[in-house]
């Protein structure tokens, strides 16, 4: 799930922290500030990034409006892991 903020695109990811396939587990808030877009990235695609931490992000959630803070990273680079 990604979208656009100002002039910046951004992603709420998620990770398999469990090792069991289900990318689920932990929500980041991921800032692409990649030079070469030359990747594009798409729903359900499984990806490495590379970036920095920079702090935490607080979204509202569509349904209940309730707000979580959630990690947030700089993407740098991204590899493609699977699609």
Request: hydrophobic share 25%; glycine share 10%; with cysteine.
């Amino acid at each position: 799930m990604g979208g656009t903020y100002g002039n910046s695109k951004y992603y709420r990811c998620y990770a398999d922290a469990s090792g069991q396939g289900y990318y689920y587990d932990d929500e980041y808030y991921v800032q692409d500030d990649r030079y070469d877009e030359s990747l594009k990235l798409l729903d359900d695609d499984i990806i490495a990034v590379y970036g920095t931490y920079e702090g935490i992000e607080t979204i509202t959630r569509a349904i209940g409006l309730t707000s979580d803070e959630i990690p947030k990273i700089s993407m740098k680079y991204v590899d493609l892991i699977g699609e």
